[in-house]
């Protein structure tokens, strides 16, 4: 079975720190890839998605960049950090192959002090 | 553009009481439609969702949803709520074809006993 997970699951950073999350799926080959940021009241926010290696596409302009160097693997990065920033932010995979159904990490909770 | 619309915020039932949580959409087509929950702090699980046929989908913890294309809806409900069912739940839909899924804002629900 397909299992995703993401790291680490609390981040308390400094403003201007940089910034890695990060987020493996295993049991499927050349998944979707997608990162989430879930603010209260206001729904999940699409921020990036990969339909493969070094593919990426952004959904919103902002402080935060990603990656996808390896087929099951993907980087949220930031260079500078900024209060705004701060988030639950939710890793998820789909299957290429069809079935549209969206499955999530376990999300991770990032405090910009 | 597609969007998805939960009217209510925050809902309070009475364990053993019935539920039911709204979810409209506004889509030309039939799109895909999913039923998530999150727990605090946690990430998304999918509870159901629908893709084409039987309008009326069963979902796991007992949930079940019904598809209304009249309507453009696709309502959460389940006969008896348990305390354990205290939780956020998300709205979700996909147009189909392109893997690119809008969320609603979420409808948390606090059962009382």
């Known amino acids: 079975s397909q299992t995703i997970h993401q790291w680490p699951a609390t981040l308390v950073q400094p403003v201007g720190s940089p910034l890695s999350l990060e987020c493996t799926v295993e049991?499927?080959?050349?998944?979707?890839l997608y990162w989430y940021r879930q603010a209260a009241g206001r729904g999940l926010q699409l921020l990036f998605y990969?339909?493969?290696?070094?593919?990426i596409s952004s959904e919103v302009p902002q402080n935060l960049s990603a990656s996808r160097p390896q087929d099951r693997q993907f980087i949220l990065s930031s260079k500078k950090l900024l209060l705004s920033d701060s988030g639950f932010y939710l890793c998820?995979?789909?299957?290429?192959?069809?079935?549209?159904?969206?499955?999530f990490g376990e999300g991770s909770w990032l405090t910009v002090v | 553009a597609q969007s998805v619309t939960q009217p209510d915020i925050h809902i309070t039932v009475s364990e053993g009481a019935s539920l039911e949580l709204r979810c409209n959409y506004s889509?030309?087509?039939?799109?895909?439609l999913f039923w998530y929950v999150q727990s605090p702090g946690q990430g998304l699980q999918l509870l159901l969702k629908?893709?084409?046929?039987?309008?009326l989908v069963q979902g796991i913890k007992g949930f079940e949803a019904e598809f209304k294309r009249s309507q453009s809806s696709f309502n959460l409900r389940k006969p008896s709520v348990h305390w354990s069912d205290a939780a956020e739940y998300f709205c979700?839909?996909?147009?189909?074809?392109?893997?690119?899924?809008?969320f609603g804002t979420g409808t948390k629900l606090q059962v009382i006993p």
């Open positions: 998820a995979w789909s299957s290429p192959s069809g079935g549209n159904t969206i499955y």
């Open positions: 049991g499927t080959s050349n998944p979707n």
């Open positions: 990969s339909v493969g290696i070094g593919q």
């Open positions: 889509y030309g087509a039939t799109p895909y």
């Open positions: 629908y893709f084409s046929g039987d309008t």
């Open positions: 979700a839909v996909e147009p189909g074809g392109y893997q690119k899924v809008t």
